[in-house]
């Protein structure tokens, strides 16, 4: 089955930085476009950022561009997302998510069926 596990959240000041990561299992992790999420109190899911399989391309939501980046390594199934200039907007929970398939879209538009249980980021003054 599917897992998706996140970890790193916390709490930060405003302008700080966090990584988080996401250890997948499951799946041919290599195949797979991957994707980070967030849902802000009170607000709907948005996507934040997607990455290739290969790691080549990367993707993110205007509202991360320039402040995010998004990689992965292949050999440790595991996801990365380093936060920097962090905003009180920013605070929220922070979700992976994959395709059911290798060649799905890979955008932070798209569709994602498999979720993990999310982590959880608090950017105060």
């Not at 089955?1 to 930060?12: F, I, M, N, R, T």
């Not at 995010?68 to 440790?76: E, G, L, P």
């Not at 569709?111 to 993990?116: E, R």
Request: hydrophobic share 35%; proline share 3%.
């Amino acid at each position: 089955a599917v897992q998706l596990v996140e970890s790193g959240g916390g709490s930060v000041q405003a302008g700080g930085s966090l990584r988080l990561s996401c250890v997948a299992s499951g799946f041919t992790f290599n195949r797979r476009c991957m994707a980070w999420f967030r849902q802000a109190p009170g607000k709907e899911r948005e996507g934040v950022a997607t990455i290739s399989p290969s790691g080549s391309t990367a993707n993110f939501a205007d509202s991360v561009r320039g402040r995010f980046t998004i990689s992965r390594d292949n050999a440790k199934n595991t996801l990365y997302l380093q936060l920097t200039s962090l905003k009180l907007e920013d605070t929220g929970i922070y979700y992976c998510a994959t395709h059911d398939f290798a060649g799905g879209v890979c955008r932070p538009s798209a569709s994602f069926p498999y979720w993990g249980q999310g982590t959880q980021v608090t950017v105060s003054t």
